[in-house]
């Protein structure tokens, strides 16, 4: 499993929980500690050489491991992953190993959709919104696999987002290089988001839910905190302390006690429990 950079360092129990998915499903999952950036960043900022440098050491740490699959749970990652055969294409050392490599990722959805189901699936009584992440719907083609994934969990109440293609406005290092029409998008997002009440917000990528979280407009229905002057570095992260009641933000799509993130959540979600 490659564990992404920013998903490891923002959702470490994201991975955790991944892991625990895949080994409920049958599988052996195996995490090499030596393995470094995909080059996902880098070729998004027209760095294709560092990009392909990053790729080639990746494949040197994966290959000797001899999976059957690299799994992907960041959708900038997975896109960028399957793009090696093409990022070491006029390297001849490289060049059959790196499509060999690329043939084998897969998205977490988009393997767990391979495998035949072994988990029970557990009620969770929630009203869930599914953000498509750009890398995922477009760059990959993957819109249908995680939805199916989740409609397997009996009583969660999964609801698409209006303006369901248009981009939070991260789409990787955009939000950088054009912060101002990057914050418009991510407000828009956040907009169609709270328009579907719903209890947690579902995406495959890290960036989606630190720029919605960072630009959501005036002030969510759900608690007293404000969104909207709020920049991204003031957003409260899993575990960091804060001065208001953690009850104000039960129901917050965008707080800090979704499902994932609490020990026991609204709707019998124990963390324990893989699905």
């Not at 169609?192 to 209890?199: D, G, K, Q």
């Not at 933000?249 to 893989?274: K, Q, V, W």
Request: aromatic share 6%.
């Amino acid at each position: 499993m490659v564990t992404g950079c920013i998903q490891q360092v923002f959702f470490a129990q994201v991975n955790e929980a991944t892991v625990r998915v895949l080994t409920a499903e049958g599988c052996e999952v195996v995490a090499p500690r030596a393995q470094g950036c995909c080059g996902a960043l880098s070729e998004h900022a027209s760095r294709e050489d560092e990009a392909a440098d990053r790729a080639q050491q990746l494949i040197d740490v994966f290959e000797p491991l001899n999976v059957d699959a690299v799994v992907a749970n960041v959708a900038d990652c997975g896109s960028s992953l399957k793009e090696y055969g093409r990022l070491r294409a006029d390297d001849p050392d490289y060049r059959a190993r790196a499509a060999a490599f690329a043939a084998k990722v897969r998205d977490v959805s988009e393997l767990l959709a391979e495998l035949t189901p072994l988990a029970p699936r557990h009620p969770v009584s929630a009203r869930v919104a599914y953000h498509d992440a750009r890398h995922l719907a477009h760059a990959q083609g993957i819109r249908n696999q995680p939805r199916a994934i989740l409609r397997t969990v009996p009583g969660l109440d999964l609801v698409d987002i209006p303006e369901a293609d248009m981009c939070c406005g991260s789409a990787s290092i955009y939000n950088l290089v054009q912060p101002l029409a990057a914050e418009e998008l991510g407000r828009r997002k956040a907009n169609c988001v709270l328009s579907t009440e719903p209890y947690a917000v579902v995406t495959a990528n890290p960036d989606c839910p630190l720029q919605i979280a960072g630009t959501s407009i005036a002030t969510c229905p759900y608690c007293t905190h404000s969104r909207s002057s709020t920049p991204l570095f003031e957003v409260p992260l899993p575990g960091e302390a804060r001065s208001e009641p953690v009850s104000a933000h039960a129901r917050c799509p965008f707080g800090p006690t979704a499902p994932i993130r609490s020990t026991e959540a609204p709707g019998g979600f124990p963390c324990s429990n893989p699905y």
